[in-house]
């Protein structure tokens, strides 16, 4: 028998984790929720979607788990304390497909997709987003982060609060301090201090046309 999965969110990212732990879970995805001052009947679909200060009323704790799908890590931590006032189970998400050692741990309604790989004794706080990253061994990624498509050396420490952008990489033994935002391809090779910014200056536009050049090779 599965378990009831409520799961609070309504855009790309709640569909993509519904439709996760439907195919690849002991979870049975019966229902939405959204924080009040978003809440729109026009948004339901098959499941029934329910205002979040309802929800204890709606889908009961005791026979219900939710599972948080928002990308935004502050908002996320705020629906994710709630939710343990109002006595939820939290369940993680750990693909089946992705690459893992046993030794992993894991916190409370974290998300770790198929395209992530996982080298021994990594460590995965509460609240928790992992998309198609690579960590590396003895790493720890602390409550309420983000990292999506990034790669770590060994032994690193990412501070709660933390956003990684694409193909951002961390040199081994690294400490990223708590609210740190390390944009797209940056390259990050020290510590960095709380709230911290890095940003990577980004391609540039050649001042030619795609088909000026494609003719050079044609010649």
Not at 104 to 122: A, H, Y
């Amino acid at each position: 028998m599965r378990n009831n999965l409520i799961v609070y969110g309504i855009g790309k990212y709640a569909e993509y984790v519904s439709y996760v732990f439907q195919e690849d879970s002991n979870y049975e995805v019966i229902g939405y929720t959204i924080e009040d001052h978003l809440y729109n009947t026009d948004l339901q679909n098959d499941k029934p979607l329910v205002p979040f200060s309802e929800i204890d009323n709606s889908f009961p704790p005791n026979d219900n788990s939710l599972f948080i799908a928002v990308g935004n890590n502050q908002v996320r931590s705020r629906i994710f304390n709630r939710a343990l006032e109002l006595g939820y189970c939290l369940p993680s998400y750990i693909s089946t497909q992705c690459r893992k050692w046993n030794n992993l741990k894991v916190g409370k309604n974290s998300f770790i997709d198929e395209g992530c790989v996982l080298q021994p004794f990594v460590e995965i706080g509460n609240n928790c987003v992992l998309f198609t990253s690579n960590i590396g061994h003895h790493t720890k990624i602390y409550d309420h982060s983000l990292m999506s498509g990034a790669k770590t050396g060994g032994n690193v420490r990412i501070g709660e609060f933390s956003y990684i952008g694409l193909n951002a990489s961390i040199k081994q033994n690294v400490r990223i301090g708590k609210n740190s935002i390390i944009s797209m391809n940056s390259a990050i090779e020290h510590d960095t201090e709380e709230n911290s910014v890095y940003s990577n200056k980004g391609t540039q536009k050649r001042n030619i046309d795609s088909l000026s050049l494609g003719n050079r090779f044609l010649k």
